[in-house]
């Protein structure tokens, strides 16, 4: 990202405003129990950039990340998605509106081939309606232009030598790389991924990496979940992070590096080694 | 939350005072349904069997249509001699008989087939009267398996004066029944909660134990000590659930739905064996014979109700101890809330899980017993109970301990006291309603957490 | 009786009405569990209004076509009735209202005060006779057939005509459906609802559709059984044949388009050669025993085919295993 980008005058300050935000949040909070899982008072996700959500484990970002993509539903709060209502919306309506996320622990549909993974997103179609599908006339044109591009995105991630083994077989790596493709096929505004590069060997990390950066250069916003301090400062425009619950810093990468809160966050909790106490 | 707290909650309280308050009262005021002349003339002593019948005819009976006229008088019964009754088929009389001291008549027949059977009223003695002058002749009375027993109704007709000794009794009945299906809920749940696993053959492991217990205590083993014996025999078929079956397909990884199906498998198998090795019929235990009710204030219950109600009432504060107090129910706590965590924490979980199994076994097993107990000992007695478990555990909310026991008195209370409410044959539908409207209302159970995502 | 006419028998029962009925109740099945993963286990209730549909009309002196659509429609508000309320929950919800759902319907058929309505615990009779189901029936009087035991008879025969018939037909229609890009949206629920979701699929819907035409085909499955033996009565409307009906599911292959009709032939193949088998042992079986003999095997069959080959006869195991994973 060239620093004279859009983000070049925005202060580094939590909650601070950005031209033309993708999204924009105001007053979210999650309990559980007794325990506040997340309390965002705002913030914005600018447009067209790779912004990084970070912090330590427990910070619920995966949470946050949830109730965005109408996962999960907050106590408080609502927010804005290209301008529209989002809060309260079901996932599919806001997939359908260009919010796709990935998971965590992927999600590729074990007993379905790649080729009909990528299918699957295919956005708007005919075949999908109940009476349309037993007339096959009305779907196939759409069904053959899908085919196409599920090939294309297919080569693009390397996985064409992979289109009819099912899902289950692929390695995890791979898995990702097929969620992403998936992902893309839906034809997204917003891309959400979360910890897309969890559990991934350092090789096809950085193919990851190129696949995210390759995102932002066709035009797509990218919100994404991570907390490896490498990954985010090479390829992330704007990072954001939570701890506790709360946004406690937002900036450029340089200005995170230095933030004494982010420091503290990360260092006053045990990072790596045991699962702590993040939020399922 | 624990049940300390529960009954703290004033919503909880609110609800259960409402549901056990309102619903006689609701029935009084609806109290057309029958049964309730039926049952106190029962009481005061007019029922009568095959056996009596034998009894007085000093034989065999043949074929025949018998019975015996009975009137309940300042509560006692009373039987009317010389009344004569006439059998008629396509108008020709084919038999007749008048009634004994004992009010017995026995109508020798020539065979199966369907017969007019007629008292002549002018043969009641003083003091005696037809509940409804209309019914002195049935019609059409099939006799399909050489005797037929015919009732003719006497006395004032006291259908539906039902007092609050009855509505009071019935609840303490729905009671009952709850804290039955509660102690045999809880190991279903506990299972859910640790494992992921909609057990359908938890309804065997309920059966098992009151046919274990049969056996050892027809051998002539006491009743009272044949339960632990039992109960035992149940804790060991639970782990053996675990060790020989579930624990394997885990290790497979087998999805939960499939288990599920698994699980289904393996109840209609057992059930199977069970009518093949213990026969098609219910059985009583020497233990369940001459109970006789008695007053306890408006309450009237047997012996055994009580014993039943104070055994679970022990098990269960039992088990809320064992959960919140020991270190045994903090891992299963953990285990339940989280696998991966519990495990990195250091618990064995699948030692955990087994011993949840052992537990579950040994509980479903008791409640078997003291459902045999209160009714009689059959190869498909947990078959029959498991959907009001199922409800009972999804009402509560699925996976919640505390919840099942909740959800199993209340869907036990409201199962009973529908009775007074709808047609004795609607009182299980009610219950299942219940538990429909339920999920509508508040799908994740009386006591559940709202879903979790991660 | 020899062994041969034992075989015999048992091929009758399979590729006869029985086989057949078997096969259509069971393709609604496949398309609810097999290709959507839902777990209905109250699928009898669907085949009992479809049944009670005949029965009713036929009671009232309406025409056949009448009880179908009675029971067609009683399926399609059953399948919403229980389906909006559960579908939105996990599964384990919908297994248990489904089973209970079919278990009240039989009780409350069974019941005295429903009497005027379903003939009470007697049912009602004389069905095909008032519905006029063999009338129209072309084919001549006599038995048709191998020996002396494979044979059928013209009843017989219209009976399965229309029965197989409406199988192949169904079976068609699931083709189209599952091999359309609505078969992928099910078959993607069935694998994971959430990344469906996340993909902008309605799932409450789709699961709807699913729950419904499944329940619909159960209850014309239900509505055959009752024209053929002339009678519905509820003492048949038990679990256990939902039961069976699962179990001819994964015998055939869940989630494959002949599986359930691969499913039916060979289970009733081999139940009828164990009770032809248990009839004619050295020493005397009660009914009541080789019937419970009879239905522990089938539970023991369940158990065995979901461990050890879960991708039936018709499944691919490569299919399976990726499954497993």
Not at chain 1, 52 to 73: E, H, M, V
Not at chain 1, 141 to 150: F, S, W, Y
Not at chain 2, 127 to 152: I, K, P, S
Request: proline share 4%.
């Amino acid at each position: 990202m060239p620093a004279d980008g859009p983000l070049a005058d925005v202060a580094a300050e939590v909650g601070v405003a950005k031209p033309d935000p993708i999204l924009v949040v105001d007053g979210v909070e999650r309990r559980y129990g007794g325990l506040m899982a997340v309390d965002v008072e705002h913030l914005e996700v600018p447009r067209g950039v790779i912004t990084a959500l970070i912090g330590p484990n427990g910070a619920g970002k995966t949470t946050f990340f949830n109730l965005l993509c109408g996962f999960d539903r907050p106590d408080a709060g609502r927010w804005t998605f290209q301008g529209q209502e989002a809060s309260g919306v079901k996932p599919h309506v806001l997939a359908r509106r260009g919010m796709v996320r990935t998971f965590q622990l992927t999600k590729t549909l074990g007993r379905m081939t790649v080729l009909d993974n990528m299918l699957l997103a295919g956005k708007d179609q005919a075949g999908e309606a109940f009476w349309r599908a037993l007339v096959p006339p009305t779907w196939r044109d759409q069904e053959a232009a899908n085919l196409e591009r599920a090939h294309d995105l297919l080569g693009r991630f390397k996985l064409d030598h992979l289109t009819d083994e099912y899902a289950a077989g692929l390695s995890g790596g791979q898995r990702k790389l097929l969620e992403m493709a998936r992902a893309l096929m839906a034809e997204p505004t917003l891309v959400m991924l979360d910890e897309p590069m969890a559990g991934v060997n350092p090789a096809l990390t950085q193919s990851l990496l190129g696949h995210v950066t390759a995102l932002r250069d066709e035009g797509m916003s990218v919100l994404f979940v991570e907390h490896d301090m490498d990954v985010i400062m090479t390829i992330s425009d704007w990072v954001v992070c939570m701890a506790e619950g709360r946004v406690i810093a937002e900036g450029r990468p340089a200005d995170i590096a230095g933030n004494d809160a982010v420091i503290e966050a990360y260092l006053g909790i045990d990072h790596g080694g045991t699962v702590t106490g993040e939020i399922r | 939350m624990d049940l300390a707290a529960l009954v703290r909650s004033p919503r909880v309280l609110l609800a259960l005072v409402a549901l056990t308050v309102l619903w006689p009262a609701a029935s009084a005021s609806a109290q057309d349904g029958g049964g309730g002349s039926g049952a106190q003339a029962e009481e005061a002593g007019c029922a009568f069997t095959k056996a009596q019948a034998v009894e007085a005819n000093g034989g065999p009976l043949g074929s025949a249509i018998w019975g015996r006229l009975c009137q309940v008088q300042d509560g006692k019964p009373t039987f009317p001699e010389g009344v004569a009754i006439v059998v008629r088929q396509g108008g020709d009389e084919v038999g007749r008989a008048t009634t004994g001291a004992d009010g017995v008549f026995v109508v020798a027949l020539p065979g199966n087939g369907t017969y007019q059977v007629v008292l002549d009223p002018d043969t009641l003695p003083k003091g005696f009267a037809l509940t409804d002058e209309d019914r002195a002749t049935l019609d059409a009375v099939r006799v399909n398996l050489g005797d037929q027993q015919v009732t003719f109704r006497l006395g004032e007709d006291t259908r539906g004066k039902r007092d609050f000794s009855d509505y009071a009794t019935t609840v303490a009945k729905g009671l009952r029944l709850g804290l039955i299906l509660a102690v045999a809920a809880v190991g279903l749940s506990l299972v859910y909660g640790v494992t992921g696993l909609t057990n359908f053959a938890h309804a065997e492991l309920v059966t098992f134990g009151a046919i274990v217990a049969y056996a050892i205590n027809r051998a002539g083993v006491p009743f009272w000590i044949t339960l632990p014996l039992a109960v035992a025999a149940g804790a060991l078929a639970g782990t053996a659930n675990d060790r020989l079956l579930w624990r394997p397909l885990r290790r497979r990884r087998m999805a939960l739905l499939s288990m599920m199906v698994v699980s289904i498998g393996l109840s209609t198998a057992l059930r199977n064996i069970f009518q093949i090795v213990f026969g098609p019929d219910g059985k009583r235990y020497t233990a369940a014979s001459g109970q006789v009710e008695r007053s306890f204030g408006p309450v009237r219950l047997t012996p055994n109700d009580l014993a039943i109600m104070g055994i679970c009432v022990v098990v269960l504060v039992g088990m809320t101890l064992l959960l919140r107090r020991t270190r045994l129910g903090t891992a299963i706590r953990a285990v339940a809330d989280n696998p991966d965590l519990a495990s990195s924490s250091g618990i064995a979980v699948d030692r955990i899980i087994t011993v949840v199994w052992a537990l579950c076994g040994a509980l479903a097993a008791l409640g078997g017993i003291l459902y045999g107990l209160s009714l009689n000992v059959k190869f498909d007695m947990g078959f029959l109970l498991l959907l009001s478990l199922f409800a009972a555990v999804v009402l509560g909310g699925l996976g919640n301990a505390y919840g099942a026991v909740l959800g199993a008195v209340v869907i036990g209370v409201v199962q009973e006291t529908s009775g007074l409410l709808v047609d004795t044959a609607y009182k299980f539908v009610v219950a299942l309603l219940v538990l429909i409207l339920v999920l509508l209302v508040r799908p994740q159970g009386i006591l559940g957490q709202r879903e979790r995502f991660g | 009786m020899s062994w041969l006419s034992i075989v015999a028998l048992a091929i009758q029962t399979a590729i006869g009405f029985q086989g057949a009925s078997y096969a259509l109740a069971a393709s609604g099945l496949n398309l609810q569990f097999g290709y959507t993963g839902l777990s209905n286990f109250g699928h009898v209730g669907f085949l009992l209004v479809g049944a009670y549909g005949m029965g009713i009309s036929a009671d009232r002196g309406w025409s056949i076509w009448a009880g179908f659509a009675l029971g067609i429609g009683a399926a399609i508000v059953l399948g919403l009735l229980l389906g909006i309320p559960t579908l939105r929950l996990r599964g384990d919800y919908l297994a248990i209202v489904t089973i209970a759902a079919a278990e009240i319907l039989r009780l409350v058929a069974n019941a005295r005060p429903s009497e005027p309505l379903t003939g009470g615990s007697r049912g009602i009779g004389g069905l095909s006779g008032r519905l006029g189901f063999f009338e129209p029936n072309f084919i001549p009087e006599g038995r048709y057939g191998l020996g002396d035991s494979l044979v059928f008879n013209s009843r017989q025969l219209w009976s399965m005509l229309w029965t197989w018939g409406l199988v192949l037909l169904v079976t068609l229609l699931i083709r189209a459906l599952v091999r359309s890009p609505f078969g992928r949206v099910l078959r993607s629920i069935r694998e994971d609802e959430d990344a469906a979701k996340a993909l902008g699929k309605n799932v409450v819907v789709f699961k709807l559709q699913s729950f419904v035409l499944g329940g619909t085909i159960g209850a014309l499955a239900g509505a055959f059984i009752a024209l053929d033996s002339g009678a519905v009565t509820p003492s048949r409307w038990i679990a256990p044949l939902t039961f069976a009906l699962y179990t001819v599911v994964i015998l055939g292959g869940a989630g494959t388009v002949w599986g359930p009709v691969a499913g039916a032939v060979v289970y009733w193949f081999v139940l009828d050669a164990v009770d032809g088998v248990l009839n004619n042992l050295w020493f005397d079986v009660s009914d009541t025993t080789s019937g419970a003999v009879r239905l522990a095997l089938m539970g023991i069959g369940l158990m065995a085919l979901m461990v050890f080959r879960p991708q039936g006869i018709l499944g691919n195991k490569k299919e399976m295993l990726a499954g497993a994973r």
